[in-house]
Every structure is written in structure tokens, then in C-alpha cells.
């Protein structure tokens, strides 16, 4: 599976982005899906998860303020991100939860600034 994730920019703090990951084929057999990010000179840590249920789970910086979802009509899992703050600046990616060697993909960069 190829995963392309979009949506991402430039973006003053207090700011929103809506990410998009769309996936090459059916996400229907991976039961958790999950967003990722890693900022520079940091560890990729995992933001969120989602289950093909809708059964989510948040990391405590973006508790409340990121919100997941997924289409698997579309292939696509969603990350709508509010009230940005500079540390969520970051290059976002999606994956599976477990993530997969294989379907990493390049993400896409978040920047939070004034």
C-alpha cells in the first residue's frame, strides 16, 4: 500500500489544517490507522489512531485539539488539526498502527509560525 498524505503548509499559531492521506488500494483490511509526526532533530512519535470502528486514541499534546477520522470508501484517514501551536510544527505522515517499513510515505510538512 502507497500512502500519500496532503494538507499541509504554513500556518500562524491559533491556525487550523485539515491533513488527507489517501491510500493506493483498500485500507478496509488495516484495522488501525494511525498519524505520525517527527520535527526536526526529534523521534517520529505517533499523534493519533483511529480504528475501522471509529474507536480513537489521542497523544496528550494533541488531546483535544486534533480530531481523526477515516473514509474507507475513499481510502483516505483524516487529521483535522486546531489551535496549532509551533511545537506541532513537524513533517506528518500516516501509517498503520503498528506502522509498516513498507508504507512509509514522504508526509507532508506542517510549519506553525508567526
Known amino acids: 500500500v502507497q500512502l500519500q498524505a496532503s494538507g499541509g503548509g504554513l500556518v500562524q499559531p491559533g491556525g487550523s489544517l485539515r491533513l488527507s492521506c489517501v491510500a493506493s488500494e483498500s485500507i478496509r483490511s488495516i484495522n488501525v490507522m494511525g498519524w505520525y509526526r517527527q520535527g526536526l532533530g526529534k523521534q517520529r512519535e505517533l499523534v493519533a489512531t483511529?480504528?475501522?470502528?471509529?474507536?480513537?486514541y489521542y497523544a496528550h499534546s494533541v488531546k483535544g485539539r486534533f480530531a481523526i477520522s477515516r473514509d474507507n470508501a475513499k481510502n483516505t484517514v483524516y487529521l483535522q488539526m486546531n489551535t496549532l501551536k509551533p511545537e506541532d510544527t513537524a513533517v506528518y505522515y500516516c501509517?498503520?498502527?503498528?506502522?509498516?517499513?513498507?508504507?512509509w510515505g514522504q508526509g507532508t510538512l506542517v510549519t506553525v509560525s508567526s
Open positions: 501509517n498503520a498502527d503498528p506502522p509498516r517499513d513498507a508504507y
Open positions: 483511529i480504528t475501522n470502528r471509529g474507536g480513537s
